[in-house]
Structures are given as structure tokens and as C-alpha cells.
């Protein structure tokens, strides 16, 4: 009897604290990995800082994100349920059920008393995207970079934006990787600037819109503010171009890689194959992507695997707005490591 006291105290300090407080990462857990957060339909208490104002991504009502060292998340409530003005930069403690919409997870609210304010902590450094990286579920409701201004690595606009449902959306091309954009309505960013072919450096959420299980597609970049779209203009040739920028021959076996820059007169529409001796196609750097770029190419094919030594040809074909059409070449020669 007496040693079982504690517990019971333990038990019902634990009632009046109300729902359990987790990480973020534990709140979207999904550990079955059937794309649907197991603890769907459950009140848990999370800590967070927001990464945008709370009203941003809603005309109605609440929906912002915020994140821990671990995850971040959508919070998403009627405005009945606020609890007032949430900045960008604050820490809160928040209570609600776990949902989700559309493959996004979510922490929801009823009541202002489920918000409870820690701090002003600003808003977390966001996460770098590598080279090639697109938005996935484990970064989902994060503050993501897209395109490194300090590497000067861009991402290139795929196509024109296009109207959709109280925004718009388009797609970057970072690398061999198209990430889908989705410019929310809400947010009063303008993408009339922005076009087939722009560089960008970008700064927006992790998101998520799949209407069908297993919810594991649909990933997009949430721009915040207009500053999340930085438009750079790199002072690039704009006659029609091929310039192998890195080391060759270069050794694919130690992980070497050679970057490959392209461009041409505005309005132009490029290609990149690689070929082997025989005149196969190994692989396909480009396709009909607007605006020059610089490719990364790993010395692997198409099936990721490593090309076999030897030199291989790279060519470059340009339409124009007439429909002309261009080419020019490089060899690039993929070695053995010297020893
Ligand atoms: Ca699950
Ligand atoms: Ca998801």
C-alpha cells in the first residue's frame, strides 16, 4: 500500500497536466509506415516556434507551422480557437488532436487555453536542401532552402506559374530534381515576375498535398513572404554555350562529380544527353528546360549506375523561339582513381 502512493500520485499529476507532451517528430510519427500519422484522432501537447504569423496560410482561421530540433508541423484551427496575435519567431506550447488533410499532418486546436506562450526565441535557420534534394515526408512543415546563394546554386523555374485554387503553382527545376511550388493566396506574394526560365533562391515550408493513400506524393515548397522568392540574375554568356566548369577527366568511383554549365539567348530550350563511343544515350542531363543552368553529373546513367571508363560525348541542343535549332559538344572523360 505504501509503496504504491507514489504512483498514484504520479497518475493523477499526470491527469491534471492534461495531454502528454511530445516531440514534434514523435507527433507525426507514421511507425507502420502506412503514410497515415499513427497517432491520428489523438490530443497531444507539442512545443514549437512558429516560422511564419499564425493567420498566414488561412483566410479563415489559424494555419501555420511550427518546429522543433526534431520535425515541424501544420497547426491549423478555427479562429474561435486563437489565442491572439502568433509571430513568426514565437515559442508555444500547443494541445490538439492530430489530423490529417490531404497527406499534410497536422496538431489541431479547439480552444484558445490549448495555446500557451513560451518565448521569442526568431524563427530557426532553415534547413538547407542539397543539390538534387526535393521536399519529403520527414521534412514536411519545415523552414527549407531551396537553391544555396552562398554556393551560388539556383533552381531554375520549369514553367509559367498557373492559377489553381486561391494560388498559384509551378515547379523549379533543383538539379535533376522538379520541385512542385505552391504560392498560397493568402500570403500576397506576387509571382508576376516570375516566369519560365527564372532563377531563384527560395525559402519556404514543407508541404504536402495528396488526395489519395498512401499519401507519399504531392510534396511542395510553401513560400512565406515575397523575400522568399529571390530572384538572381548571375552574369552568364547568353550566346549559346557548353563549358565543362570542374575537373576532367574526374574518377565517378571516389564520388567525384563534374558540373556542366549551359545557356543561351533568352527564350531558348535546352538539352543535355550524354553519350557513350558507340552513340548510345546514357543518360539525360536536361530536357526542354527554359534558361541555362549548371548541371551536376555524377558519372552515372540513367539506372544510377557508374558508366564504365572511357570518354563520352555531352551534347547540348538549343531550340529557339523560332524553333532553330543549335548544338555544340564536350568530351568528358570518366577515369580510374590515380594511385
Ligand atoms: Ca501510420
Ligand atoms: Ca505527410
Known amino acids: 500500500m505504501i509503496r504504491s502512493f507514489p ?31 499513427d497517432h491520428l484522432g489523438e490530443i497531444l501537447t507539442i512545443e514549437g516556434v512558429a516560422t511564419c ?15 522543433d530540433e526534431t520535425a515541424g508541423i501544420n497547426v491549423y484551427a478555427y479562429s ?8 513568426a519567431g514565437d515559442e508555444w506550447r500547443i494541445t490538439g488532436e492530430i489530423k490529417q488533410y490531404n497527406g499534410l499532418t497536422e496538431i489541431s486546436p479547439d480552444s484558445p487555453s490549448d495555446f500557451v506562450y513560451i518565448d521569442h526565441p526568431g524563427v530557426p535557420q532553415p534547413l538547407q536542401l542539397a543539390l538534387n534534394q526535393g521536399v519529403s515526408e520527414s521534412i514536411e512543415g519545415q523552414l527549407l532552402a531551396l537553391g544555396n546563394s552562398s554556393l551560388s546554386q539556383w533552381v531554375t523555374v520549369a514553367n509559367d506559374p498557373e492559377s489553381a485554387g486561391g494560388g498559384y503553382n509551378f515547379n523549379v527545376w533543383n538539379g535533376q530534381n522538379s520541385v512542385a511550388i505552391r504560392v498560397n493566396e493568402s500570403t500576397g506574394i ?11 533562391f527560395m525559402l519556404g515550408i514543407g508541404g504536402q498535398y495528396d488526395s489519395e493513400p498512401p499519401y507519399d506524393s504531392g510534396y511542395q515548397l510553401l513560400p512565406r513572404y515575397q523575400t522568399d522568392l529571390e530572384i538572381y540574375q548571375p552574369s552568364i554568356y547568353d550566346g549559346f554555350h557548353l563549358t565543362v566548369l570542374t575537373d576532367n577527366p574526374f574518377a565517378p568511383v571516389l564520388g567525384e562529380t563534374v558540373n556542366i554549365e549551359y545557356g543561351g539567348p533568352a527564350g531558348m530550350r535546352f538539352t543535355l544527353t550524354v ?38 560525348l555531352v551534347l547540348l541542343e538549343g531550340m529557339d523561339t523560332d524553333g532553330k535549332r543549335y548544338t555544340t559538344t564536350e568530351t568528358i572523360v570518366v577515369a580510374a582513381p590515380l594511385n
Open 80 to 87: 474561435s480557437a486563437s489565442p491572439g496575435a502568433i509571430e
Open 190 to 200: 506576387s509571382v508576376s515576375n516570375i516566369g519560365a526560365g527564372t532563377r531563384l
Open 275 to 312: 553519350f557513350d563511343r558507340s552513340g548510345r544515350a546514357v543518360t539525360h542531363l536536361a530536357e526542354s528546360r527554359p534558361a541555362g543552368d549548371v548541371v551536376q553529373w555524377n558519372g552515372k546513367d540513367d539506372y544510377s549506375k557508374i558508366l564504365p571508363l572511357g570518354p563520352y
Open 53 to 67: 504569423e499564425g493567420t498566414l496560410f488561412s483566410t479563415t482561421g489559424l494555419s501555420f507551422y511550427v518546429q
Open 7 to 37: 504512483v498514484l500520485m504520479l497518475i493523477l499529476f499526470a491527469g491534471l497536466a492534461g495531454a502528454q507532451t511530445v516531440s514534434i517528430a514523435e507527433a507525426r510519427e507514421d511507425l507502420d509506415g502506412d503514410g497515415i500519422p
